[in-house]
């Protein structure tokens, strides 16, 4: 299925160069001069070779279709992941790499979405937004002006964020999985 650029998503898998590719990682970058483009990290199904390419927002990618299983994530063991299947309660094992650095967003029992291509798992998709807590930031000091500076913070999974300024540590927050952004206070 033909679609523009600007679309592509963690988790997909797209054909580029003649090859199977499973998106790993992407970013819109709109330099000062010239038009946006997306950076876009993928690894080769066939090879598991990684690269990083270029599209510009107005190129068309194609992107395969995959049959989509809801899968539940049980646990990580060293290098490997376990989920089941939600209908048939299967259990498959994974490499940790096939996640990239979304892997730090997986919790136990969380649903995901496998995409199967001829019933091998290529890719594996996240909730679009997560729930994690604050683990450090700095103070709020009463007296600041409200602007829309953020500061710094560690989340409980060890990535780092910013956030607006009257969150403080221990407090749980929404935060997207594609590019780990604040969302909202969670509820």
């Known amino acids: ?13 797209i054909e580029h160069n003649g090859k199977q590719w499973t998106v790993m990682k992407t970013a819109v970058t709109k330099p000062g001069k010239g038009g946006a483009f997306m950076q876009v990290e993928m690894r080769d199904l066939a090879s598991g070779n990684k690269t990083n390419e270029r599209f510009r927002t107005e190129d068309t990618i194609e992107k395969l279709m995959s049959e989509n299983v809801d ?6 063991d060293g290098d490997k992941l ?6 048939n309660y299967d259990q498959i094992e994974l490499p940790v790499d096939i996640l990239g650095d979304s892997v730090a967003f997986l919790q136990d029992n969380m649903d995901v979405v496998a995409n199967l291509i001829e019933g091998k798992v290529v ?8 729930v994690c807590t604050v683990v450090e930031t700095e103070p709020y000091l009463k007296g600041q002006t ?3 500076s953020y500061k710094p913070a560690i989340l409980d999974n ?3 964020t910013t956030i607006p300024p009257f969150i403080t540590t221990g407090e749980k927050i929404v935060v997207a999985t594609a590019d780990c952004s604040y969302v909202e206070r969670a509820k």
């Open 158 to 160: 060890g990535l780092r």
């Open 1 to 13: 299925m033909k679609t523009q650029a600007v679309n592509i998503r963690t988790g997909w898998i």
């Open 123 to 130: 890719s594996i998709e996240l909730p679009l937004q997560v």
């Open 82 to 87: 376990y989920f089941m299947n939600k209908e």
């Open 71 to 76: 899968y539940q994530f049980l646990y990580r």
């Open 146 to 148: 409200v602007t829309t």
